[in-house]
């Protein structure tokens, strides 16, 4: 038998292996996207609706979720959607033309975005405060390690196998985590079963699509602007009359109220930007040192490698130095050095030195680990146990949006890159990149003015230090 701290420990590594899944199927077609492209008769940067597709999937069906574990009981909803998320991939790796590779992966992202908020939510639930930043540091790791070795991964596999093996590999992998399911994961539900917010799901579900879709036009290189800005203003419009309807509603589809707790809704807003300019560096890396520098996929993923050395060196001392500085310091100060890190990559070129890149993504990976892990834990700090499962799947949602505005925003930094200099995106140089990651520095830059708010004892409990 496990004490309840141990079988916590082993939920959330559970869990946190589920996430790694998801997250590793965000990043790992990075390094391939030329091939497929190659596959699919279409440009590389074209591909990354392939990317945005599945995140944006992800971002509209986390709402369903929350409802789903509510009526249904986390451990069946949890199964569910694994046993989903398996069946997509093995469909992706079967596809032979664009159209059909975006609906697999938009039905990968369904499965993904039922695991999210439900394995959060149980995880958080079953952890006492004072072991909240350790369960929270197995939570984030995929988020951080997934997008870095997703590349290399991707770079291995396409350019020694075929990219479908990307794909296929999540077979065994998802039939290990079912089964672990069944052992670690309680059955709880809701007594009282609410009905569902058909009107919340359509305005929240509308909104982010055709919102993401009109970015997703922007970054083309023939933007039909018309019909980019119509869908705009529609999601603008409907985004927000969803927010009016979740204040308003009686059994709302996303609950709002943790957005009045002053740790959380921090993460939420100045956290968002600050998360979409981060997601953005791993969907350019591999774009940059294969189409400047002239690398392979391997190659070029192998570089990226950096990135994840640096968040495994982050890991151990994270706790001493939130103990030690507090939740506010460490997020202004820190963030202000991730933001121009991020410009940073916009110096590098051809000619530099392999070890210097090197060094600039290891330091790159440890502070956006601090981040994001500073972040992740601060969001919980102040939430009741009886909201947790409300606040983590609006979480998960801004989460979602802000991975899949990340390649968005970076897809339409390019072009804007490439409008400066007066070319298409089928001849990036490395002036486009300089441009693209400056820009990415400066939205980091502003996601992190909201952390000025928080008063210094902020998270307190949960980071040890009073003041």
Known sequence: MHSPSQRAMYTALLV???????????????????QIGHSFHENAVSLNIGMTAYLLSLSVFIPLSGWLAD??????????????????SMLCGSCNTLTEFTAARVLQGLGGAMMVPVGRAVVYKGTAKEDLIRATAYLVWPALVAPILGPPLGGFITTYASWRWIFFLNVPLGIFAIAATQFLIGDARDDETRPFDWLGFFLSASATCTFMYALEL?????????EAGGLMAYGLIAGAAGIWWFTTAKSPLIDLKALKIKTFSITIYGGSLFRTAINAVPFLLPLL?????????????ALVLALFAG??????????????FGFRTTLIVNGVIVALLVASCGLLTPGTARWIIMVVLFINGMVRSMQFTCQATLAFADVAREDVSAASTFMSMVQQLSNSLGIAVGAIALRIGATIHGHSHDALTMAD???????????ALAGVGDSLQLPKDAGALVSGRAG
């Open 311 to 324: 968040n495994l060196v982050m890991k151990s001392v994270t706790t001493p130095i939130l103990r030690r």
């Open 218 to 226: 922007i970054s083309r290189q023939n933007t039909p602007w018309k």
């Open 433 to 443: 990149f300089t441009v693209a990651f400056v820009l990415l520095g400066v939205i």
């Open 16 to 34: 946190a292996g589920a996430y790694f899944m998801e997250f590793l199927d965000g990043s790992i077609i990075a390094t391939a996207l030329p």
């Open 71 to 88: 009526r249904y009981g986390s451990r069946l909803v949890f199964s569910v959607a694994i046993a989903v998320f398996t069946t997509a």
């Open 289 to 301: 040192f294969q189409l400047v520098y002239g690398l392979s996929a391997f190659a070029s993923g």
